[in-house]
């Protein structure tokens, strides 16, 4: 493993939880867009190889590290022994489970030195993101809610019926709200990670599907309606900082 690809030493929560974002994504795409390569990669006539996802969302298959105990923890070892002795599929879903073990034992790895509440802050980070296992498997999350209208999500004061037109605050309590607490109860915003409240305006990211109080991303209900895709900050400076 290149250890000049490890981040240096992520400490606050929105740091680990940007090396967690990147790590996963390269997983993803080594078990999606890159299975092709992946898959060619784990010859089981090699070593003890492992899937390495990087937080610049670059991935490798390699040996495991020689250093006891590693700087990191390590992935699974040995995936390319199970590979041609299974189902393809079942063998990338076995990856994939792995992969999400890995990934959450970097992020608390980071993690340790976290404050309880900043740890739970993390957890709830990532567990509103779907898992490798979930990308692989086609599998929804549970809490996986999709919006009415097919496009930028958000709920609250504002939120669009199945023609496309604007409900009022009023009717929409009258016809949902404590069918919509029920739902959301357990959304979390992804800025201040205050609970959901359906008086207040959220607005959900169409990148990483996480919900916001729209005052914490200073988005207004007007301005809602006018965004065809909405990127929560995080995944827009993550965009704007790739080469």
Not at 129 to 144: F, I, L, S
Request: net charge negative.
């Amino acid at each position: 493993m290149d250890m000049a690809s490890i981040s240096s030493c992520p400490r606050t929560v929105e740091q680990i939880f940007k090396d967690y974002t990147g790590r996963r994504a390269a997983v993803l795409r080594a078990l999606t867009h890159d299975v092709d390569a992946f898959y060619g990669l784990c010859d089981p006539e090699k070593d003890n190889l492992c899937l390495y996802g990087h937080p610049n969302e670059s991935w490798e298959v390699n040996v495991p590290a020689e250093q006891v105990p590693a700087e990191l923890p390590e992935p699974a070892i040995g995936i390319n022994f199970a590979r041609d002795g299974m189902n393809r599929k079942d063998w990338l879903t076995l990856v994939a489970v792995h992969s999400d073990c890995w990934l959450l034992s970097v992020a608390f790895y980071f993690g340790a030195r976290l404050n309880r509440n900043e740890r739970k802050r993390l957890f709830e980070l990532i567990n509103n993101m779907p898992n490798a296992y979930e990308a692989v498997t086609g599998r929804n999350p549970v809490n996986d809610k999709p919006s009415a209208d097919g496009g930028s999500k958000y709920k609250g004061t504002v939120k669009k019926s199945s023609d496309g037109h604007v409900k009022s605050t009023q009717k929409m309590a009258e016809e949902s709200n404590e069918e919509d607490e029920d739902e959301h109860g357990d959304t979390k915003c992804g800025s201040c990670g205050g609970n959901y409240n359906g008086d207040e305006f959220w607005i959900g990211c169409d990148i990483c599907e996480r919900w916001y109080h729209g005052k914490c991303v200073k988005i207004t209900p007007a301005k809602a309606e006018t965004i065809n895709q909405y990127k929560c900050p995080l995944c827009a400076n993550m965009k704007r900082a790739r080469p």
